[in-house]
């Protein structure tokens, strides 16, 4: 235990995901050492985070507006979504600059396990998008693990009396890992080849 | 202890920290265990694809301070291969790894027959020999009564007296009694299961699968829905999967 603001620094710090206590130590130790200015500046961006992001009232990204930059711009195909699982996906794709279509962001897999169904995802905004007819193709870009599967198979089936083309990205994307660590040929491989699912 | 080997079912998987993950294992030998997959969401992982739910998987482990460490991992059958391209089936198997779970509530305690139950019960779902819903209705009566609960279906759980038998009408189920009733017994708020639906659990108890398989739709709905209750009733906590089982009928 160390005193007042220090040990509370350590305690939030360890609430973060993948940090330990450990590492919260670390981390506040480097930040009690470190130029003030940098501190504050940190401290400010998390302020104006807090302030200022929020999730795009159309596709589920993060946004700093009702919707977010790639739903406002007005050059990307307007007939083709794809749906991940998380915004980290939609930064992952975006990085290879092979797709030019829009996103639709889960917000998680389907996991019974964890208590998580079809319900508690962002499917019925999915569903209400398709409704204009203009989109024609979505390509359900879950990772590639069997939970990601699982929740293509389950989108697919309620798709397919829409008469969508339902893509997935192409097999080559590795069994188990998530689509965020995949690089960047293999992402643009997988889009490129996707494949038609028949469910 | 150092080095174990032993082979199980991944039950259950959990991101840790940038790139790991827990995986929890119900294994053959050494009970339900919790370990550590080291790298295993990097596309690059030697042994990510072997540790998703539903595969049966031969591991090295390495015993650690907290949790125990995946140094090793083999495929030795991916049962939920067919699941994934079946969404009925998937929720189906989910909740029976989360039964199985539960129903291993001390990791490392040896629970060889949950363990046996599991992989019989993984592999008649994917044979597809049999309806998923008495597929996971058998397994999950079964570790019901491999736990100790198993329901009375031969006498009335209060008294003893052999249960009624008019095979035409219905019976007396009291789920926080445990089981059937006699007329005389028969606490207020019992179900009341066509006696046929009493023949249907005592089948899938028993491993009958012939008459398992010949029961009618309806026996079958008021089965899983008598045997759900009980399986809550007699759990502390819900099967949070069983909510979301979907059936094709
Ligand atoms: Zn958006
Ligand atoms: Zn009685």
Known sequence: ?199 | MGLYGDDGIVLRTQKLGEADRIITILTRHHGRVRAVGKGVRRTKSRFGARLEPFTHVDLLLHTGRSLDVITQAETVRPYGAPFVTDYPRYTVGTAMLETAERFTPQEKEPAMRQFLLLVGGLRALGDDSHEPRLVLDAFLLRSLAIAGYAPALDECVLCGAPAPTDAGGSLAFAVPAGGLTCRSCRPAGAATPAARTVALMRALLAGDWATADASERRHQAECSGLVAAYLQWHLEHAIRSLRHVEHLH
Not at chain 1, 92 to 109: N, P, Q
């Open chain 1, 1 to 199: 235990m160390y005193e007042g603001v220090v040990q509370s620094l350590i305690d939030e710090l360890g609430r973060l995901p993948g940090i330990g206590p450990k590492g919260a130590q670390r981390i506040a130790f480097h930040l009690i050492a470190a130029d003030p200015a940098d501190v504050r500046r940190l401290a400010a961006t998390l302020v104006e985070m807090t302030q200022r992001v929020r999730f795009c009232s159309t596709c589920g990204n993060v946004a700093q507006e009702d919707e977010c930059q790639i739903c406002r711009d007005q050059r990307r195909d307007l007939s083709v979504i794809c749906v991940v699982e998380e915004p980290k996906d939609v930064a992952a794709i975006e990085k290879i600059r092979e797709f030019r279509g829009r996103y639709h962001v889960l917000g998680g897999v389907i996991s019974p396990i964890d208590g998580i169904g079809p319900d508690d995802l962002r499917i019925r905004e999915l569903m209400a998008r398709l409704a204009d007819g203009e989109v024609t193709e979505v390509i359900l870009a879950t990772d590639p693990n069997l939970e990601g599967e699982a929740t293509a198979t389950y989108l697919a089936r309620m798709l397919k009396p829409l008469g969508l083309r339902v893509t997935r990205p192409a097999s080559g994307l590795p069994v188990g890992g998530d689509l965020e660590y995949a690089d960047e040929v293999t992402l643009g491989r997988a889009f490129e080849g996707r494949r038609l699912l028949d469910v």
